[in-house]
């Protein structure tokens, strides 16, 4: 191994690759680096503030192939329900499955494998700042200073929504839910089918719905999800999941055997991608899709593009993983909810009422060519959306 780096003066240590934050992007960068072989002699440093022991997120996303993470994939649907007020179908996802991997299993796994590799260190401090200074990146933690070639930031130093309120034609919604995973005595469940979004739910404090992921016939995860700009209180939640189980599902028995809880930014505001030597990542790297909350998958497409450039000797700043375009849509998308030009369940039915689920998954996935794009927006109500489409065409202009 050629481990020749030498720390820049007062600096304690010096790195290739420093890792800030060992959350989703930070593992899934780790991971991919661990199987590729120009990693092998490259010092890595992976920073967190806390060692990982709590299963503190559930993360659910499609694929059709088997991904870097099949081995710990907890379950899988192949069918999945949609429920509204206005329409309801069950809808089969093959050659798609929706796949759920528990956070504490993808933790373990990547951070025992890293165990392995004497290449990386790992070190748990709070950290202060990233900052590039000349040729090198640094980190900041209150006891060190580390510096590098790169580093991958995946930590939001500064609240990002009083930034965003401050922007003109920037929306700023809140996917904010509860989840609770629920242990029945009689068997309630299908566990090969999912429900993906139960829009039947009362709608007077926004878009409101709720999922069930049944991983046995008498367990499941129900999470009741809002977009709205603010959150609830702990209480709301815990009703609104309450009166779901009684009135939709019919169960009145059960234990909640764990409680998730959760905030993730649905906004059009642009989150940095980093600046010279430091590479953002995760949602600190704008890889949440703001119209959905979606985030896993663009995790994993975007450390890949980067284990890509790093190995082409390219600059992981230029990475582009989605088209423009789909900034634009979901600005579109965050217009008419945030300006309640068309309720979230509406619209969403009008979606999966008109649409084949595979194109659905695309479009979310931000997969699609522009003749399914067209058909996508055929099918909703154009009166609503073809007002909002050209302000956000004007503004995107304009910028
Ligand atoms: C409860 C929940 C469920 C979700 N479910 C899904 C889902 O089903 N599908 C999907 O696609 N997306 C989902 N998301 C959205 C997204 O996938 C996750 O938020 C994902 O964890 C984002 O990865 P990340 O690496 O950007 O952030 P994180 O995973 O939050 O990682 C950031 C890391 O930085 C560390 N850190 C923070 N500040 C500091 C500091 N000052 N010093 C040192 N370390 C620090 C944290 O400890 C953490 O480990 C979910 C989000 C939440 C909150």
Redesign the pocket.
């Given at each position: 191994m050629n481990f020749s780096k030498l720390p820049l003066p007062g600096i304690k240590g010096a790195y290739d690759y420093i890792i800030?934050?060992?959350?989703?992007?930070?593992l899934s960068l780790l991971k991919r680096m661990m199987h590729h072989s120009l990693f092998n002699d490259k010092k890595i440093l992976l920073?967190?503030?806390?060692e990982?022991s709590l299963n503190?997120?559930?993360?659910?996303?499609w694929e059709q192939q088997s991904g870097i993470f099949e081995d710990i994939v907890y379950h899988r649907w192949q069918q999945i329900d949609f429920y509204s007020n206005d329409f309801s179908a069950r809808f089969d996802l093959l050659p798609y499955q929706y796949k759920m991997i528990r956070?504490i299993d993808l933790y373990t796994s990547v951070l025992d494998e890293a165990k392995h590799h004497p290449n990386i260190d790992i070190v748990y401090?709070?950290?202060l700042l990233v900052e590039n200074v000349a040729n090198a990146a640094v980190v900041k933690t209150i006891a060190n200073e580390f510096c590098a070639d790169y580093i991958f930031n995946?930590?939001i130093f500064t609240d990002w929504k009083p930034q965003a309120l401050l922007q003109k034609h920037t929306y700023v919604l809140l996917q904010h839910f509860k989840g609770w995973l629920i242990e029945t005595n009689k068997a309630a469940f299908d566990e090969r089918i999912a429900t993906f979004m139960d829009f039947r739910v009362e709608q007077n404090k926004g878009t409101s719905f709720v999922y069930v992921l049944p991983m046995a016939k008498n367990k499941a995860l129900v999470e009741c999800t809002l977009f709205s700009e603010n959150i609830l209180q702990q209480h709301e939640y815990d009703a609104a999941l309450k009166n779901y189980l009684q009135s939709y599902l019919n169960i009145e028995d059960y234990n909640v055997i764990h409680t998730?809880?959760?905030?993730?930014p649905m906004t059009n505001f642009k989150f940095s991608k980093g600046e010279k030597r430091i590479i953002n990542?995760?949602?600190?790297g704008g890889?949440?899709k703001s119209s959905s909350?979606?985030?896993?998958?663009f995790?994993q497409k975007h450390s890949k593009k980067i284990i890509n450039a790093l190995i082409n000797q390219n600059d992981p700043l230029n990475i582009k993983v989605n088209a423009s375009r789909f900034y634009l849509y979901d600005s579109i998308l965050l217009n008419v909810l945030s300006n309640k030009k068309m309720s979230g369940d509406k619209l969403f039915a009008q979606l999966f009422k008109n649409n084949p689920i595979k194109v659905i998954i695309k479009f979310l996935d931000n997969e699609t060519n522009f003749k399914e794009e067209l058909k996508i927006m055929n099918s909703v109500s154009l009166t609503t959306f073809l007002p909002a489409a050209i302000k956000e065409v004007i503004t995107a202009l304009l910028r």
């Open positions: 800030t934050g060992a959350g989703c992007a930070g920073i967190d503030k806390a990982k503190d997120k559930t993360w659910c996303f956070s401090e709070d950290i995946s930590i998730e809880f959760g905030i993730i990542i995760g949602t600190a890889q949440t909350g979606y985030t896993f998958q995790i």
